[in-house]
């Protein structure tokens, strides 16, 4: 291991400085990457491109420790040189600290099924948190850098040189201040083309650990009209799983679809005895139950103790009389783009439903309202957004995840 260690540490100032540009590069990588994870404009933008990116992120992300453990192995002398830079030794700490909790939770997320839900909705959440801390940190990193290659006085002087550059060889310096350059380009290039996105993200997630208040902003936003609206049953108001704990991420591959009386509509049809044609109004009449579920997104994040009202699917396909050669139920959502299928049997569970109101209220359009499918013990690219058309098929259908990629087993 010594011997190991050693031969490590000949050429040693080269060695960091090269360690120091693979791990700039990763970063840059793991954080387009990881940004266009996030969702909003890209997940209809790129749909199966989505599933592509995550691996690469994931198999970066992966290799990232590789950097990590061979600095770790030179830590030691590099320690002892920063002495007297406490700075330096600091930004060490944050470099170290951001990458190896990237990689801790970054593997906890890739694992979620391993893991189960409550642990990659934390991961999530520190995966998330060091992005916000350490991508500014970052960028601001980069960008004073490029500044300093303005400034002559700074560029000779020891403070500008940090991890990678002390050393005794001594880099030559136009190699530094050309790395310094492209990395402050990134930087620049990162917060002009990401910027918006990125803040507009922050405040989602900011949002979301404080509470109730962004759902009730997408309740406010509604932009849905459709009367008469649906009277909660009393174990929906007060809502009986006492609130939802946690935040709806808004996940969407269209605009948002708008809907009125005059557009909206309700069918089930394909292989039944009585094929139906619901108005809102109609519709609205149907008998509804209450159900309190949890919701779980395969990203990672969870919604706890959500109280559903709706009409249970069985329900539905009762009243419609399944005929014997169906064995598929083909699911729409009323953007045009979207649908997902159940078998038969997983139909018939008694807590999927087709719901209209969450806690008690109208389901707002962002998260899928008027009417939307939930299937508790699913991932919940099962839950159909916009629902507005049952079919029973014969044969099966691939949904639209399912053919980007996404598991066609979506248990839980
Ligand atoms: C520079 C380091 C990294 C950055 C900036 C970064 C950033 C991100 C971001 C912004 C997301 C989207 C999260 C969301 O939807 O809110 C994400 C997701 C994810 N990251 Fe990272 N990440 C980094 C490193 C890693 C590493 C080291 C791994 C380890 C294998 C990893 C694995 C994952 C996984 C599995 C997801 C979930 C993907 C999905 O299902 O959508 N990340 N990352
Ligand atoms: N029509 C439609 N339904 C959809 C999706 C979608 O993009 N379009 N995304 C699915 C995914 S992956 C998740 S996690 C949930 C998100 O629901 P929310 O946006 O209400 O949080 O909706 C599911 N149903
Ligand atoms: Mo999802």
Redesign the pocket.
């Known amino acids: 291991m010594s011997g190991f260690i050693e031969r490590l540490r000949k050429g040693y100032g080269k060695k960091l400085v090269s360690l120091h540009a693979w791990n700039g590069w990763i970063?840059v990588i793991?954080?387009l990457t990881?940004?266009i994870?996030?969702?909003g404009f890209w997940r209809g933008f790129l749909g199966e491109g989505r599933v592509w990116i995550?691996w690469l992120?994931?198999v970066v992300?992966?290799a990232?420790i590789l950097p990590v453990l061979y600095y770790l192995a030179l830590a030691g002398k590099h320690w002892k040189q920063l002495k007297q830079k406490p700075w330096q030794r600091f930004n060490v700490l944050v470099v170290l600290g951001l990458l190896l909790g990237?990689?801790g939770s970054?593997?906890l997320?890739?694992q979620f099924k391993a893991v189960g839900p409550s642990v990659s909705n934390i991961a999530?959440v520190v995966?998330?948190l060091l992005?916000w801390i350490?991508?500014p940190y970052i960028i601001y990193h980069s960008i004073t850098r490029a500044k300093w290659l303005k400034e002559p006085s700074r560029r000779t002087i020891q403070s500008e040189r940090e991890t990678v550059d002390v050393h005794p060889a001594g880099v030559p310096q136009p190699i530094y201040t050309r790395r310094a350059f492209i990395r402050g380009a990134i930087g620049v290039g990162l917060a002009v083309t990401l910027g918006p996105s990125f803040m507009k993200w922050l405040g989602n997630s900011i949002g979301s650990v404080g509470g109730t208040q962004t759902i009730d902003k997408l309740i406010e936003n509604d932009a849905n009209m459709l009367v008469p609206a649906p009277q909660p049953l009393p174990a929906s108001a007060p809502p009986m799983g006492g609130g939802a704990i946690g935040q709806f991420r808004v996940y969407t591959v269209t605009p948002i679809p708008e809907f009125s009386n005059d557009n909206w509509s309700f069918t089930i049809d394909g292989l039944v005895e009585n094929s139906f044609k619901w108005d809102w109004k109609q519709f609205v009449e149907l008998k509804r139950t209450v159900q309190v579920s949890d919701f779980h997104c395969?990203?990672?994040w969870s919604v706890y103790k959500n109280t559903w009202e709706g009409i249970p699917l069985k329900e539905l396909l009762k009243k419609a009389g399944v005929k014997p050669g169906a064995q598929t139920v083909k699911l729409y959502s009323g953007d045009g783009v979207y649908t997902d299928t159940l078998t038969l049997e997983q139909a018939d569970m008694d807590d999927v439903m087709v719901a209209v109101m969450h806690d008690g209220k109208p389901i707002p359009s962002d998260l899928g309202g008027p009417v939307r499918l939930v299937v508790p013990k699913m991932y919940a690219y099962k839950s159909v957004k916009w629902l507005n058309r049952i079919e029973l098929i014969e044969g099966e259908h691939i949904g639209y995840w399912e053919q980007r990629g996404y598991a066609n087993d979506a248990w839980v």
Do not use: A, P
Request: proline letters at 0%.
């Open positions: 970063v793991l954080t990881g940004l994870l996030v969702g995550k992120h994931i992300g992966i990232s990237w990689f970054g593997v997320l890739w999530l995966h998330d992005t350490g991508l395969v990203t990672g």
